[in-house]
């Protein structure tokens, strides 16, 4: 089992390997690098030690309810302010830019001016506690929002690796993420294998659904979807929904060897995203680097 060093040294080598093969991505590799590393070592942290109990309805499963949302999942004494604490210096890093943000944003936290569990416990409306929160830190709300989204991204990623297991051996045919209930970041077909594999844009957590159904909207009208390639890079394709104007990133091929990490892929790919915006197609689930484009 990888201790957290040799995790962080292989997620290095994917992000190196990633931006040797797209030169173009450098950037956005680095300004995400310090987040992915910092994501790692909260994840091995005492920080998000889980104390909860999850049950499975397996009768509420099997009528398309996501574990998640069978549970409560978020409480007030959840570590909120320590993750968000602990990836101030990796958006400050990776964002320099927004250096003031950043740090107006930590203060109003550690003066509890800013109580995120308003916000993850959904006792007030998201939007407008966005809109507040930006006006506090004189800034775009969709920093706010882009914040917070790697707050939840690091909770709900390690409450799945802690809760998976409950529904194993149980068949799961919708689009959207079993554990979560959020829709796919980016697609895995293995290589000699015709599954189809969906990485959540949430949790992180990886279900098989099919090939021939868009996992947007369930359309099944073969005429109606298509894989868009790009010229000599065969491993690299984007699945469009005409029913929908949906697309979703997709690696094909993938190697049962190959070292992946989907969150580095989909940063790696990012020019997929916007030749396929550029086309009016919209994506799946909103990439990370979406409102710095």
Known sequence: ??????????????????????????????????LIIKREQLLDSEILKDKEVFSLDEALFRDGKPLFEQNVIFHEDDPFEQVFLSLIPAFQEGFPKLDEVWKRLEDHVKEKKIRLYDFFGQSSNEDDLMKKWAELADTDPRIIGFALSWVIRIMLRKKSQNWETLIQGFTWDKGYCPICGALPGIAIIKEGTSVRWLHCSECAHEWSFSRVICPGCGNKDQKTMTYFLVEDKELESTFVCEECKRYLITLNKVSDLADIDADIMALGLAHLDMIMQEKGFLPMAEPQWGIFS
């Open 1 to 34: 089992m990888e201790n957290s060093s040799e995790k962080i040294a292989r997620l290095e080598k994917i992000m190196a390997d990633t931006t040797d093969r797209n030169p173009h991505t450098t950037e956005i590799i680095n300004a995400f690098r310090p």
